[in-house]
């Protein structure tokens, strides 16, 4: 025990890593506030679960249509730069909801152009940020790198949405104006980072864009692992519904929701913690498949209740079982990875992660406003346990992985 702490110590020496650990914290809480706000907002004014569904369409178009060059300029450009742009990005998304709140948003547009800016600016943050962390540690230091990122992440997640929540008490105007605060602070941390850039950067070729995707389907493993994450989640993603279930189900209100937004994250930096002290070393694709497994039978539970603390029960398994796949999905991604190309491999990442993000969230609204809130819940925890079995019959390389690959640095 003694030693693994020693290793979390010499990980903070770093000053780069910290000051960058720092900004993701801040801005994970900018974000997790900011869903709380635009959830409840939204809701209020449409009353329909479809228009849930279409904040994460909005998001996710933006989003795919740049992270693929965003990751091909976090691998030609200084990655500490490509990511001050992404957060500033996100500051004009808050500073919009901010403008619109203040003189009072009576349909739901301004809320979809404001998180369009909101998923442009993901593109560039998500694959930057996933390739800085293996050039600001040791390899040797790289697993419990990911799980303190982790928990950090998700302590965030913890805090943000219940800030949220009580914050909007005040009104909106208090989330946004807060938002777009610690984006500003998270930025600066991040300019005080010395430059990040890979040793080889070559030049710009539209061609080489399609890198990473050429890299990822010659991985068996790496598809495996990111599509499984893809599907799992657009399927059981139940959060884009939680509005309606704190408001016509558990009655609770903002703060509850709040509270509901919070559970996922308590059970997540609860696993993230306890990876960061015993990181997996043997069996890792039985670790990945049982975890989104229990992702799905989480799902289900909490659709089938009406019992605000079963509920928040569920939510907590469901946090942490999520988090034991994205540690192993995300060490996975990086070790087998070239650095000269990382960028543009975790833009393919991002692409599949914010596909079950955004594409669940339009999933879940659409489902519950076909079928009821409750079935389309219920249906994504089932259809989750397929998918779970389909991918261990076709990529059983993963299924059978037992350690994870040696860091590639060129």
Known sequence: MQQRLENLREILRHLDYTRY?????????SWQMLAVAVGWQTYAVTHD????????????????????PAGQI???ADRRLVLIGAYACEAI???????????????????????????????????????????????????????????LYQTAGITGPALGGFLYLLGPTAVY??????????????????????????KWQLSDTLDGLRFVLRKRTVLGAISLDLFAVMFGGATALLPIFAADVLHVGPVGLGVLRTAPGIGAVAMAGWLALHPIERHVGRWMFTGVALFGCATLVFGASTTVWISL??????????????????????????????GRVSAVSSIFIGS???????ESGVTAKWIGLVPAVLFGGAMTLVVVAGFMRVFPELRNMDRFPTARRS
């Open 21 to 29: 650990a720092a900004a993701r914290f801040l801005a994970t809480l």
């Open 49 to 68: 679960p479809l228009a849930l569904g279409l904040v994460g369409l909005v998001q996710f178009v933006p989003f795919f249509l740049l992270v693929l």
């Open 74 to 76: 976090a691998d030609l």
């Open 93 to 151: 998304s808050a500073s919009v909801l901010f403008w619109f709140s203040w003189y009072g948003i009576v349909t739901a547009w301004p809320i979809f152009v404001a998180m369009a800016f909101f998923g442009a600016g993901r593109a560039f943050w998500m694959p930057t940020g996933q390739a800085m962390t293996p050039s600001l540690v040791p390899p040797a230091l790289f697993p419990r790198a990911v799980a303190l990122n982790s928990t």
């Open 177 to 202: 104006g807060t938002s777009v605060v610690l984006l500003l602070v998270a930025a600066f941390l991040i300019l005080r980072m010395r430059p990040v850039k890979t040793a080889n950067p070559g």
């Open 313 to 342: 029960a569920a939510l907590c398994v469901l946090g942490a079982s999520d988090m034991v796949s994205i540690y192993v999905r995300h060490l996975l991604v990086q070790l087998e990875t070239p650095d000269e190309i990382r």
């Open 356 to 362: 079950s993000n955004e594409l669940g969230e339009f």
